[in-house]
T-cell receptor, first 116, second 110 residues
Framework: AQSVTQLDSQVPVFEEAPVELRCNYSSSVSVYLFWYVQYPNQGLQLLLKYLSGSTLVKGINGFEAEFNKSQTSFHLRKPSVHISDTAEYFCAVSDLRSNSGYALNFGKGTSLLVTP | DGGITQSPKYLFRKEGQNVTLSCEQNLNHDAMYWYRQDPGQGLRLIYYSQIVNDFQKGDIAEGYSVSREKKESFPLTVTSAQKNPTAFYLC?????????FGQGTRLTVV
C-alpha cells in the first residue's frame, strides 16, 4: 500500500521568503504524486502533479516540486511567498488498489502561515 | 460552469439520526469519491465508484452508505452506526489523472 508522510505539520514563514514543504512517500510500484491546496472551509485545488518525465514540475501560483525517486520525496517549493499563500497544503499519492481509479492517499497536511 | 456541487454546506444532526450529503457533478466523469477530513488527519477515503451502479468501500466505510444510480450523482448517507460523524466531508470526481473536489459539507452532531 502507498502512504504519504508530510514532515512538518506547521510552517511559519515571512512574506517574500522562500519556503519548502516536505513530502515523502512509500510505495513498491510507480506512483503518481500530487500537491493540493486548501483554503479555510473550502475544497481542494490542484497545485501540480507528477506523472512521468521531467522530475521538476511547475504548478500554479509560482509553486514547483521535485520528484526524487531515490529519496522517495516530492517536496514543494516557492521562491517568494505571499500572504495569500497562507493555507493548508496536502501531498497525495495515487492509490493503486484494484478498481480504485485515481483514488488518492493523502498526507496529514502542512499548515503554511505567511506573516508580514 | 462545470464542477462539483456539494450540499448543504453546513449540516447539523441529532444523535441517532441518518443524514444524506449530496454530491452532483457535471464534468461527465466516471469516477467519484467521498473523503472525510478531520483536523490534523488529512483526508481519508470512505467510498468510491468507478461506474454507475457500482461502488467500493474505502478505508473508513463503517457507518456510511452510498448509491450511484446516475453518473452525475453520488450521495453519501451517514448512518446512526457512525460513532463519530462530526467532520468535514469532501466529494471528488476524476477523469484520467486529476481529481476535482467540491467545496465540502461540514457535519456537526448536536
Amino acid at each position: 500500500a502507498q502512504s504519504v508522510t508530510q514532515l512538518d505539520s506547521q510552517v511559519p514563514v515571512f512574506e517574500e521568503a522562500p519556503v519548502e514543504l516536505r513530502c515523502n512517500y512509500s510505495s513498491s510500484v510507480s506512483v503518481y504524486l500530487f500537491w493540493y491546496v486548501q483554503y479555510p472551509n473550502q475544497g481542494l485545488q490542484l497545485l501540480l502533479k507528477y506523472l512521468s518525465g521531467s522530475t521538476l514540475v511547475k504548478g500554479i501560483n509560482g509553486f514547483e516540486a521535485e520528484f526524487n525517486k531515490s529519496q522517495t520525496s516530492f517536496h514543494l517549493r516557492k521562491p517568494s511567498v505571499h500572504i495569500s499563500d497562507t493555507a493548508e497544503y496536502f501531498c497525495a499519492v495515487s492509490d493503486l488498489r484494484s478498481n480504485s481509479g485515481y483514488a488518492l492517499n493523502f498526507g496529514k497536511g502542512t499548515s503554511l502561515l505567511v506573516t508580514p | 460552469d462545470g464542477g462539483i456541487t456539494q450540499s448543504p454546506k453546513y449540516l447539523f444532526r441529532k444523535e441517532g439520526q441518518n443524514v444524506t450529503l449530496s454530491c452532483e457533478q457535471n464534468l461527465n466523469h466516471d469516477a467519484m469519491y467521498w473523503y472525510r477530513q478531520d483536523p490534523g488527519q488529512g483526508l481519508r477515503l470512505i467510498y468510491y465508484s468507478q461506474i454507475v451502479n457500482d461502488f467500493q468501500k474505502g478505508d473508513i466505510a463503517e457507518g456510511y452508505s452510498v448509491s450511484r444510480e446516475k453518473k452525475e450523482s453520488f450521495p453519501l448517507t451517514v448512518t446512526s452506526a457512525q460513532k463519530n460523524p462530526t467532520a468535514f466531508y469532501l466529494c471528488a470526481s476524476s477523469m484520467n489523472t486529476e481529481a476535482f473536489f467540491g467545496q465540502g459539507t461540514r457535519l456537526t452532531v448536536v
